[in-house]
T-cell receptor, first 112, second 114 residues
Framework: GENVEQHPSTLSVQEGDSAVIKCTYS??????FPWYKQELGKGPQLIID?????GEKKDQRIAVTLNKTAKHFSLHITETQPEDSAVYFC???????????FGTGTSLTVIP | IAGITQAPTSQILAAGRRMTLRCTQD?????MYWYRQDLGLGLRLIHY???????GKGEVPDGYSVSRANTDDFPLTLASAVPSQTSVYFC?????????????FGEGSRLTVL
């Protein structure tokens, strides 16, 4: 099956700085890569996703890049704000499209 | 709009007891999923259902069973709970399985097995 690795496990940045979270995957057949944000006591929520036919996608302060050759994808958050503090999960769609494999999560703290 | 409703929110359970976690969605999604979340391990899929009447095994299915009698409900049963099943359990749904987009998650059920 798919194996998704995520780094770093914790990240602290000053408000206004950028944050980058990186993930690698093992199954070259995976073709859809979402990112989820989980606030304390809540379920994860989709914030951005990318499909394998594009290399980059942007949505306001959030962007995701994908390198299919190297099998890695990254989440970039610019101009971070305290409300960006949360746990972020990357995921890859594997197993013939039946299940998502999640990374182990990154706890982001934005220091005001 | 409620989305995904899970019950109970939290539960403490003695080892060996049977427990059913309930999950109901009101979005008429075809696919539903159960994940467990453990510190340092992220979210791992236990079981999934592509549509009412069908179920499949995820990464960590042992010790768990599911049923999907209708579109809206997807209960998860622990037949004989063990301490290693202490976790936070999330139910999720999507329009369908595959490369079609968003998983919608419930707020989780925290289960402690003593």
């Amino acid at each position: 099956g798919e194996n998704v690795e995520q780094h770093p496990s914790t990240l602290s940045v000053q408000e206004g700085d950028s944050a980058v979270i990186k993930c690698t995957y093992s199954d070259s057949a995976s073709n859809y890569f979402p990112w989820y944000k989980q606030e304390l006591g809540k379920g994860p929520q989709l914030i951005i996703d990318i499909r394998s036919n594009v290399g980059e996608k942007k949505d306001q302060r959030i962007a995701v890049t994908l390198n299919k050759t190297a099998k890695h994808f990254s989440l970039h958050i610019t101009e971070t704000q305290p409300e960006d503090s949360a746990v972020y999960f990357c995921a890859a769609l594997g197993d013939g499209g039946n299940q998502f494999y999640f990374g182990t999560g990154t706890s982001l703290t934005v220091i005001p | 709009i409620a989305g995904i409703t899970q019950a109970p929110t939290s539960q403490i359970l003695a080892a060996g007891r049977r427990m059913t976690l309930r999950c109901t969605q009101d979005m008429r999604h075809n696919a539903m999923y159960w994940y467990r979340q453990d510190l340092g391990l992220g979210l791992r899929l236990i079981h999934y259902s592509n549509t009412a009447g069908t179920t499949g095994k995820g990464e960590v299915p042992d010790g768990y069973s599911v049923s999907r009698a209708n579109t809206d409900d997807f209960p998860l049963t622990l037949a004989s709970a063990v301490p290693s099943q202490t976790s936070v359990y999330f139910c999720a749904s999507s329009v369908r399985t595959g490369n079609t987009g968003e998983l919608f998650f419930g707020e989780g059920s925290r289960l402690t097995v003593l």
